[in-house]
C-alpha cells in the first residue's frame, strides 16, 4: 500500500474509512485476532493463559489492565537487548521515548514498522477529509518539525523520540509528498543538532519558498507560537540574509549551513517586500498570511494543554482557519480529525477501528441533582469495568485502554476523553484532560482543564493593563498545614500589587470543584498562592527539556509538576520574583 502512495486518492481513502467505521465492531474483533496472533509466541501472553483464544471475551477475563510501570521489566529487558519474543512475536529493534514532561523523566515505549503504517494510516485519513474543506494544490508546507538524534541502547536498538522515529522513516516522506504536504525544509534543518539554529532556517526557508506555502505546521501549537515569537525578533536578520544570500553567522552547524547555502541566492526585491509587510503590521497581528499569501490553514495538535496557546496563534494567524491535527500518543494513534470545520476547542476525533483494539472505562456516574457530576479518580478503588469500542455512550467521560502491535496490551493511556457522537458505529471522542494530571489535597479534583479555565479567568483582569500570561503551571504544596495550591504564572510586563492580588483571588474563587470550595471554606486546604515568575522562565524549564535529549516538537509544558520532577520545581522556585495568597475566603 505504501509503496503506491505516490497515487493517493482522497475518495478511496474515504470511502475505505466509512466501511471499516459502519462494522466498527467486527473490524475490532479481527484486528484484537491479528494482533494477539501474530505475537502468540511473546512470553507476556503465554503467561496470560489465553492458550491460543483471540476473542475478547477471553482476551479482558485472562490479560490485566496495565500502566507502564507493571511493563517496564519487560521494556528494560528488551532496551538491554534480550532478543526473545518477549512482548512482541517478532523482535523489537526500536524505542520510542515519550516527551517526559509529565514526571520530569522519559520512558521507553515499543516501536515498530506497523507503528509507523498505523500513523500513515491517521495522516491519509485526517488529509483526505481536511482536503475537501480546505484543498491544497502541488504546494510546500512550512513545518516546524525537529527530529532529536537517535541513539543506540545498552542492547544495540535504535531509540529516539516518537516523532524522530516517524520522520526519519522513508514512509513519512512518501505521504508527506502523496499528500501534498512536503516540507519546505531540508532535511539537515530538521534533524539538526541546535534546535534554535533549526528553527531559524525553518523560518528562513519558508520565507525563500513564501509564494508556495499552502500550510503552516507542527506537531504541537506551542511550536508554531514559539517560532512566531522568534521571529519577531529576528525577522531583521532574516531579512539580511535573503538581501545578500549569506546566512547568519549565528547558524553554527555546517550540515546546516551546506544545506542552506544551496537554496539561498542574493534576492533584494523579496528582502524588501518582506520588511515593508513586517513593518505595516500591527503587533504581528496577521503575520502567517501576510507573510505568506497562499496559506490555507494552520495545523497542528491544539487541544488539551495546548489550548492556553490559541489566543497568541489566533493574533499570528488573523483570519485563517486553525485546525487541529489527530489524536494520539508516544504510544500510538487513537482517531483522526475528520470535522476539520470545528474550531479547535470543540474538535472530535473518529477512532480508526483497525489501527489497534481499544476499551474504554467509564469515569462518569449518572448525573447527580443539580448537575454535580464529577470526573472520578482516574484509578478509583472501585472502578466500573472497561467497556468495548462501539458500546460507549454519548455524553459519557473515559479513560481509554489501548491494546496495539508493539506489544502493549490493555494498556491504560491516562487520557480523559468524552463521547460527542458517533460516526457510523465508531465513537468521536473529545480529549478532556490527562487523567493522572490532578491538584488534589483531600477531596477535591482539579483536573488540567479546570486551571486552564481558572488561568483564563483570572488572565482578564491583565487585558486593561495590555498584559498577558505567556506560560502557566501550577503544584501542590504539602509542605505547609493545611497545604494548598501553588500557581506559577510568566506574564509579558509590569502590573501592581494590587492587580496581582486580584488576579491571586480570582484563581482561587474559579476552581468550581465542591470538594475544594467546601475545603477552603473550613481551611482544610489553604490559601492559593500565586508566584509570579522571572521573564524567560519557561524558557530555562524548555531548555531543561531540550539538554535531557528532548525535542521542541514534543515539548509540552508541564501543568501539574509532580514532586519527581525535582529539576522543573527548582528552576521555578529560583525564578520567583513575587508571591501573593488570596484572600477570598476570608
Known amino acids: 500500500m505504501l509503496e503506491k502512495m505516490e497515487k493517493f486518492s482522497a475518495e478511496k481513502v474515504i470511502e475505505e474509512f466509512e466501511e471499516l467505521t459502519k462494522d466498527a465492531g467486527r473490524v475490532q474483533r479481527e484486528t484484537l485476532r491479528k494482533i494477539l496472533e501474530d505475537n502468540a509466541s511473546a512470553e507476556y501472553l503465554q503467561k496470560t493463559g489465553l492458550n491460543g483464544r483471540t476473542d475478547p471475551e477471553s482476551y479482558r477475563s485472562c490479560v490485566p489492565l496495565v500502566t507502564h510501570p507493571d511493563l517496564e521489566p519487560y521494556i528494560k529487558r528488551i532496551v538491554d537487548g534480550d532478543t526473545s519474543p518477549i512482548l512482541t512475536g ?12 509529565t514526571l520530569g523523566k522519559q520512558k521507553y515505549v515499543p516501536f515498530n514498522d506497523e507503528l509507523v503504517e498505523t500513523t500513515m494510516q491517521i495522516y491519509r485519513t485526517s488529509f483526505a477529509f481536511r482536503n475537501r474543506v480546505f484543498p491544497v494544490r502541488n504546494g510546500k508546507a512550512l513545518q516546524f518539525i525537529y527530529g532529536s538524534k537517535q541513539f543506540k541502547t545498552k542492547g544495540g536498538l535504535f531509540a529516539g523520540t516518537a516523532t524522530t ?11 508527506m509528498k502523496a499528500i501534498q504536504s512536503r516540507c519546505c525544509s531540508p532535511d539537515e534543518v530538521i534533524f539538526g543538532p541546535n534546535f534554535l ?20 505546521s507542527s506537531t504541537f501549537a506551542h ?22 544570500g549569506v546566512l547568519s553567522e549565528d547558524v553554527t552547524v555546517p550540515s546546516i549551513r551546506a544545506a542552506i547555502s544551496k537554496l539561498l541566492k542574493p534576492d533584494p ?29 494552520v495545523y497542528g495538535i491544539m487541544t ?15 483570519e485563517l482557519p486553525l485546525l487541529s491535527a489527530d489524536y494520539g500518543s508516544s504510544e500510538g494513534w487513537i482517531g483522526a480529525n475528520i470535522n476539520p470545520k470545528l474550531p479547535p476547542e470543540s474538535a472530535t476525533y473518529a477512532v480508526l477501528p483497525h489501527i489497534g483494539y481499544f476499551e ?23 472502578e466500573s469495568k472497561p467497556v468495548g469500542l462501539t458500546e460507549v455512550k454519548i455524553n459519557e467521560e473515559y479513560e481509554i485502554v489501548v491494546t496495539n502491535f508493539a506489544g502493549l496490551y490493555r494498556y491504560r493511556l491516562g487520557d480523559v476523553v468524552k463521547v460527542v457522537g458517533f460516526h457510523n458505529m465508531t465513537p468521536e471522542l473529545q480529549f478532556i484532560c490527562r487523567g493522572n494530571l490532578l491538584l488534589t489535597i483531600n477531596i477535591d479534583k482539579n483536573t488540567e482543564k479546570d486551571l486552564q479555565q481558572a488561568v483564563e479567568a483570572a488572565a482578564k483582569i491583565l487585558a486593561p493593563e495590555k498584559v498577558e500570561v505567556v506560560d502557566f503551571t501550577s503544584q501542590v504544596d504539602k509542605s505547609t498545614d493545611p497545604g494548598h495550591y501553588v500557581i506559577f504564572w510568566e506574564i509579558s510586563g509590569e502590573v501592581s500589587e494590587e492587580v496581582s492580588s486580584e488576579c491571586c483571588n480570582c484563581l482561587d474563587q ?26 524567560g522562565t519557561f524558557q530555562k524549564i524548555l531548555d531543561h527539556h531540550l539538554e535531557m535529549g528532548g525535542v521542541l516538537s514534543q515539548y509540552k509544558t508541564p501543568r501539574c509538576v509532580n514532586p519527581s520532577n525535582m529539576m522543573v520545581l527548582q528552576i521555578l522556585s529560583a525564578n520567583v520574583e513575587k508571591s501573593h495568597f488570596s484572600t477570598a475566603f476570608r
Not at 522515529?165 to 505521504?175: C, H, I, L, M, Q
Not at 525553518?202 to 519558498?209: A, Q, S, V, Y
Not at 488539551?304 to 488573523?318: D, I
Open 360 to 382: 474504554f472505562i467509564p469515569l462518569r456516574e449518572n448525573a447527580t441533582e443539580g448537575g454535580q457530576d464529577k470526573i472520578q479518580s482516574s484509578f478509583p478503588p472501585m
Open 223 to 244: 511550536s508554531i507560537v514559539y517560532a512566531f515569537r522568534t521571529f519577531e525578533q529576528v525577522w531583521e536578520q532574516l531579512c539580511e540574509d535573503i538581501r545578500n
Open 304 to 318: 488539551g494543554s495546548m489550548e492556553p496557546y490559541l489566543k497568541k496563534l489566533r493574533h499570528y494567524a488573523g
Open 165 to 175: 522515529n516517524v520522520f526519519s522513516s522513508s514512509e513519512f516522506k512518501r505521504t
Open 90 to 101: 517478532k523482535s523489537i529493534n526500536t524505542m520510542s521515548l515519550s516527551s517526559g514532561t
Open 197 to 216: 539554529q533549526s528553527l531559524y532556517c525553518h523560518l528562513l526557508c519558508g520565507l525563500i519558498h513564501l509564494n508556495d506555502i499552502q500550510v503552516v
Open 269 to 297: 526585491e523579496l528582502a524588501e517586500w518582506i520588511h515593508n509587510k513586517c513593518s505595516g503590521l500591527s503587533n504581528w497581528y496577521g503575520v502567517i498570511p501576510a507573510l505568506f499569501p497562499n496559506v490555507k490553514y
Open 510 to 535: 474559579s476552581f468550581v470543584d465542591a470538594g475544594y470550595i467546601s475545603s477552603r471554606k473550613v481551611n482544610s486546604i489553604g490559601p492559593l498562592e500565586l508566584r509570579l515568575l522571572r521573564r
